[in-house]
């Protein structure tokens, strides 16, 4: 498979996509009306820089408008994300 030459940090929250079974989207902003940039598989360990609001998406874990920055003009939407809070993280900045 091709491999991106963007590099996951190892700086942040980190958490665990579970969308079971479908990549997740990465979005450049927070929302669903952002371009696609990229996508992370199901399981992967993330590492959340900052959260902030963004569209409404409902996954795995519920419906969120919480957006989780991954990266420079790297979002994913919270709802497909297991960081062991309902909402924000308390130990992760707002974008």
Request: glycine letters at 14%; charged letters at 15%; proline letters at 4%.
């Amino acid at each position: 498979s091709r491999r991106s030459s963007w590099r996951a940090t190892t700086t942040g929250y980190a958490a665990t996509v579970n969308t079971a079974g479908a990549d997740l989207t990465v979005r450049s902003g927070p929302g669903t009306s952002y371009a696609a940039v990229g996508s992370v598989a199901d399981g992967q360990t993330i590492y959340i820089s900052c959260q902030t609001p963004g569209s409404q998406v409902t996954g795995t874990y519920g419906t969120s408008t919480i957006w989780d920055r991954i990266g420079s003009g790297r979002y994913v939407s919270d709802a497909y994300v297991y960081t062991g809070y309902d909402g924000y993280v308390p130990s992760v900045p707002r974008c």
